[in-house]
């Protein structure tokens, strides 16, 4: 019978290039994961419980679903999305699984549909298509898994061959939940990733109150532009102890800038005491990520600039059910002039780590690859977000590689909240990036065991390395 | 002996691709002509007149042709193209004929090439290329069928397998060749479209004297800014007797506004009285767009953004030539913020459709697909304009599919007065899905069977379904 | 034993285009190369010495080379890129070598790596690939070769089939080194190309001092717009002398502007009294393009356009290496309001040719290919530095063909001052256009008779043409 997922999965239907992306992909694709930037739930790997039921697990938390429903006109109540304003929702997993199941088609040839089969497929030993008419069946057998042992969020880790993955945490997280790990005797290295978006961007709900309470978790007085600036530094060493080997900064725009110490105190000062503007809102964000970068100089943290989206684009979505509901839309972005005031700043560093996502591919050519392609400091990161597709990682390698190369880019980043789905996503970088370098190899591009060293570095070292993990 | 167009034009070569991309479209090559957006002439169906000679029927009138003739200095006159002061041109169609017979090699690789050769052999039999040596006979040949009553237009409309066409009328027409359709009693489906750029663009010639007609049209002060609007209610009911189903708004941006009714009464106060600045004028297209939707919620009409366009951007050929002479020129174009009004007003309305096309490739992935794939109200146009061809038809499936999915999108428009070319671009659109799903077949990223279900719906349902035709 | 170059280099795999690509290749591979835009050293022809030693001729030089080295951290010095203050820089060619072939794996999948195999191979006979072990001999195999006559500027340009070739030179320049190969008897064609940027740009170094210097070479008075303008026509018509069919400017924007004499003398004398600002200073540079193209209609020269690089954007390695270093990142560029005034003053002209170049991918199919595609004045210029690459020219191919078909670009430019690579650049571009003319014969877009002459003209008889060489 026809498998969910065919192991020549997107690999080239021309038999050469298949032959020798299928020799690449068997050689990477055992390799243990590498997940230097994501959102999954620390607190799971601390308590390790068993994950509720396949909806909740699957279809809720997981924008990339429920958006493609929305859009189709399915309401998200029906979905089990939870209502700011506690309205009733949909509680009956089953219920909400079958809607998507009835749906599934409207998945055709988005990554979701090649992700969701995968899991099915490889984590509950589903070997039928998704439909209403399956949809009980698979239902109770995700279900019945779930009650299992070996479905549990350590046991699932160590399934997945993640040798070591990042969550991301505010600023002013207390990381009880990495503590708890750590603590645990548990072998599985989970690290925690810096994002003090909520104390860097004065635009941020409750950012006076944040920066308070940043001065009394540090001790520093964030009245001061100085003590500001320890606090940071005092944070950023806690996260370090907790394992972080990176910053994490998502930012409207690229803007940085380069103040003077004066000029920065007094921006400071302003934003302070609540007197600046929207241009001062957008200069001390500008600024705050050239500050970062000097400190990643200073304690070796690795800089993540991952700017261009609009967040929470539908105003009445967000006023019914808050932040983070598939409206985030990409926008356009610059970057040769945005990134110029960091990199003048501290670019020509090669002990610095950079690294440089984007929403919006006409930059790849045009910028990115270019600016990483000279500037030691800085790197590409992968094809990201609504880009992290078989069709936008392709695009990626073949507008960048020709200008930065393969080793100004970092590997992959599965950057997803969707625990199961993380082999999946990895399974689907590598057969794109091994089908690429297949056509390398068959248009006499680069060799054959040139290819075979790069698609290892692709989908392990170069991440590992880019990382510091 | 080689036919102008291969059996297997458009597919992609390698073998097992084909073989699927075959199997797919032979299955929808035959499927009735849904064509809901397009500019043909009402009047040829109403008098079903014979049509005149080869170069008047496809030649004048193609913008596509005459501009690639002009660009390699072949004058517009010497093509037939009226001058607006009515200084002499070309009138002798053998003659124009036998320009475009000598530099048709300048078509090579373009989608004129393939919809003229396609045209030559399914509608007039024609077995040899084009050129000079073979000008006149083709001429004589086609000249020759142009006088059988099996190429009037009816004839032509059953042939092609119609099932049904919108024209697209101003708002002030009076729809006469509608109604002497409607009154023939001929089954022939032709319905028009309500385009109401004359009235709503204050940047439109004579805008105020249109504004007034449009008062005396329907009885509505159109002084007021409520009569103003009973007005476009008023046309709108009237171009559904006529069987329209959508609506057509060709503004220069994507911009619109949501301005409470007094803020939009008193900006059309302002303008009528003609005191209104630039930003006025382009405030007012922008709720007008918002207005439109609106009147769309109650009455169903279907409303179609196509923004983008650098209109006659030749003003020596616009004063030579006047409008619409091959110099619309595509520009930058941005949606996520200037769409944000009209979907935070009507964008999460489940009976509203409104069909956004671009002519800026760039924001495809970038933006249009993302808001097309979780906006309820919001679908993506095909392929339009210079994008409506292979290469350019191919880059709108990859680079929005992953994102939007297949489902929010609305099948394929050719958006031609070029009557004889119709079932040319129907043919080519199929082609370029087929070949597309025939990958993803290949690349197993779908079934083949779900690949046989999308192909009926890129090729015939989606566009009936998105219309409501 | 595997060849560096496969003669199947860049050929799509799939056997039945490939055969086709083959084909067309054998037809093409040995034309003659028409190189009408490049920077080359006319002292190399002039005094016809022998090259120094391989570091300096193949990697000193080379911005590809060196920007990717630095991007991975390995200083400029070390790579012997002279200090403007003169501090020590590594001197030692084979030490300077060892450190390219120890990192020649970072080229990977870029052009550089392709052009330098394909050099070692055809111009050194190296039958291995470059590595920290093969070094050494090939370095000495490479040094042994330039002691030779042979490998001498003139009996390589002979070697290379380059049947003219055209440098660039200041507006400033006294073309000795073209006066010295014009007076040698040599049969060689090197032209020279007119290069006004020091002195139309009120931002170049020095500009009010090369005015008065144009002033001296001409007897014009440049003090005043009309002794300004005719000191050009001057230095235009001497060029002319020396062969040039074209002039060429490095603008930072497309911007052009179409004044009135009146205005254009005032703008004129108030930047020639240092009084003007920062807008004024960009409208003269977008005035003196559209005075470019008023004397190609009198002269016949060529006028390229080529805006969008961001120049020397490091400030750290400015200050210290200078210009020129890698350091020029493409930029976002418009073109469709930017050209207006240029071409409704020019662009309906039939005897003149603008080329207009491009380093913003996303202009391609939105703004460029629609203009030439109709202004019969304007030509697209080919994929341009970062993008003339194997990836680049086949997006360009792909983005440009259906709208402005082939015959409105022309043909290839190497753009390079790495003599040894001529060859292999136009090796490649030949490769890849027969590989997308390939393509369109298997998908029976054009015929195989057609596709043999347009490899021709793509590969020699446009380039020939346009530039009139």
Sequence with gaps: MTLLTDGDMLFPAEPSIRGVARDLYSSVKNL???????????????????FPDPAQLLIVPDHYVFRMLFSQGIDLESLGVPTLDGSPVQTDGRAIWRIFAENYFLFRGTPSRIWFDYTLQNLFGVEELLSAESADRIYDRIAEC???DAYRPR???ERFNIEAIATTESALDDLKWHRQIRDSGWSGRVVTAYRPDSVVDPDFEGFAGNLDQLGDITGCDTGLWTGYLDA?????????????????HGHPTAETANLSDAAAEELFNRIRNGSEDERERRLFRAQMLTEMAKMSLDDGLVLQIHPGAWRNHSSGTLAKFGRDKGFDIPSRTDYVGALKPLLDAVGLEKDLTVIAFTLDESSYARELAPLAGVYPALKLGPAWWFHDSPEGMRR????????????????????????????????????VDCAFLARLVCEHRIREEEAHELATELAYTLAKQAYRL
Tied chains: 1, 2, 3.
């Design 396 to 431: 990626f390698r073949e507008m960048t590689t020709e200008t930065a190369g393969f080793y100004n880019t970092v590997g992959f980043n599965d950057d997803t909240r969707a625990f199961p789905s993380i082999p999946a996503r990895h399974d689907v970088a590598r057969r």
């Design 146 to 148: 779930l009650q299992q």
């Design 155 to 157: 046991a699932l880790f």
């Design 32 to 50: 243990p994961i590498i997940s230097p930037h994501g959102h999954t739930d620390p607190r799971w790997y601390a308590e390790n419980n068993l």
């Design 232 to 248: 940071h530094r005092s944070r950023r060493a806690y996260f370090k102890e907790f394992g972080a080997t990176s910053s994490d």
